[in-house]
């Protein structure tokens, strides 16, 4: 198993210019989640989806727009890139209702807006 | 609104000594709380998780507790090792949301 994984692995971003992040896992999860991390904010959540054709709007969704495209990949996409949206982006997932409720995380996307 | 807090210095000790990290929360009843460890340049992976009515859950060198009356959850390396070295993040829950809330993580700095 591959686990979560995300494509790409760095991208650096002109203002304006839009962009989709890929995210795919192979553990028949059914939950998946996009967060932000920046230095001194720790991990914010932008959209989830609970579950396949369901999407929802977490702390920070403004500039971003997500596509539940099956049950293992979950995309994020940013129209019009801003500076301000220049982090690393996670990916995650869960099977609910398991033991443990343990997220599995992708390796990251280090995007850069200039 | 909800908060968390996580001690932002980091924590230095020596090789062998226990490591004790802190997760103060607020505004926030949640029905679990997990402990991640994240590594430059990775994701954060899964540690540990504990339910509001377990007092201690234990792995290995690694320990958990959880106050709910004083909303705060202590997380213990014992002999600790430069291996154990990295950032961990506490992430407390409400039971039927499965979405944690992250605190902003406690950097671990294991000296040989």
């Known amino acids: 198993n591959a686990g979560v994984t995300q494509t790409p692995k760095f991208q650096v971003l002109k203002t304006g210019q839009s962009m989709t992040l890929q995210c795919a896992q192979d553990m028949n999860h059914n939950s998946m989640y996009w967060y932000r991390q920046d230095p001194g904010m720790g991990l914010r959540l932008i959209y989830y989806?609970?579950?396949?054709?369901?999407?929802d709007k977490g702390e920070v969704p403004n500039g971003y727009n997500v596509s539940r495209l099956n049950k293992r990949e979950f995309s994020l996409r940013l129209e019009s890139a801003a500076p301000s949206q220049t982090s690393v982006y996670f990916c995650?997932?869960?099977?609910?209702?398991?033991?443990?409720?343990?997220?599995?995380f992708g390796p990251g996307t280090r995007l850069t807006v200039l | 609104s909800q908060k968390i807090e996580q001690n932002s210095e980091a924590l230095n000790i020596q090789e062998g000594k226990t490591a004790t990290l802190t997760c103060n929360y607020t505004?926030?009843?949640?029905?679990?709380l997990q402990w991640y460890r994240q590594d430059p340049g990775r994701g954060p992976v899964f540690l540990l998780l504990i339910r509001e009515n377990e007092k201690e859950k234990r792995k290995e060198r690694l320990k958990v507790t959880f106050d709910t009356t004083l909303k705060q959850s202590l997380f213990h390396i014992t002999a600790s090792q430069p291996a154990d070295s990295a950032t961990y993040l506490c992430a407390p829950s409400s039971g039927g949301s499965y979405i944690p809330t992250f605190g902003r993580g406690t950097s671990l700095i294991v000296h040989p």
């Open positions: 505004n926030y009843s949640p029905a679990y």
């Open positions: 995650a997932s869960i099977f609910r209702d398991s033991s443990y409720n343990e997220q599995f």
């Open positions: 989806s609970a579950s396949e054709g369901t999407t």
